[in-house]
């Protein structure tokens, strides 16, 4: 355990782990399997316990890697995912549901950008489907610069005051910072089964 602290603490004092931390979140952003949080908060966890690297560092390097990668995840869905829209048959159920996603999308594409930011490939799927139909540009940096600099400082302070509490064992910390950010993203995914359980049963009724 102690080899492993010391390669941790070796690779948060050089600065590139800075970059390190923007290539990861944004390469999450449009490749899920990335995982960009756990990043994140074991950098914040060590910043706390050691000092490096420094916690405003790790939140503008979380927040501009976010922001990075959804605007390439916008990219994609705009190059690719709106010229496959548009050959969709026009009574299909997939053109049905990506025309429903698009007025959805219109009324409250803020909201549901900044709230998919938290959560693990839902952030993809919002933003490539932003991407196909097209939503504003303007309006897409302004929503998605709220939602990643959020994010970051979630993350961030999850882990720095996870490291605070775990002070004199950073490993233990970052355990602790890793089940606190598994544990909120399992809460947000149970809140949406339970959302979408209770429009069925609202839509049954009718």
């Keep these: 355990m102690d080899a492993v602290l010391d390669l941790l603490r070796e690779t948060v004092t050089s600065p590139w782990v800075y970059l390190i931390l923007v290539a990861v979140t944004a390469v999450d952003a449009f490749f899920p399997a990335v995982p960009s949080e756990a990043a994140v908060i074991t950098a914040a966890v060590l910043s ?30 705009r190059g690719g995912g709106s010229r496959r829209l548009t050959r969709l048959p026009e009574r299909s159920r997939r053109r049905a ?11 409250r594409g803020g909201v549901i950008l900044t709230i998919s930011r938290y959560i693990p490939g839902g952030r993809t799927a919002v933003t490539l489907t932003m991407g196909a139909v097209r939503y ?9 610069a709220v939602a990643a600099v959020t994010w970051g400082l979630y993350c961030a302070l999850l882990g720095y005051f996870g490291g605070l509490a775990f002070e004199r064992d950073p490993i233990k910390g970052v355990v602790a910072g890793l089940g606190l950010s598994i544990g909120v993203t399992l809460a947000l995914e149970g809140f949406r089964a339970l959302r979408r359980r209770a429009h069925r049963r609202a839509a049954a009724r009718r």
């Design 48 to 77: 706390a316990s050691a000092g490096h690297p420094h916690i405003v560092g790790v939140i503008a390097s979380a927040a501009a890697g976010a922001l990075i990668g959804d605007h390439i995840s916008y990219a994609i869905g």
């Design 97 to 107: 549901g990506s025309e429903w996603a698009r007025r959805a999308i219109d009324r």
């Design 136 to 144: 504003p540009r303007r309006s897409f940096l302004l929503f998605d």
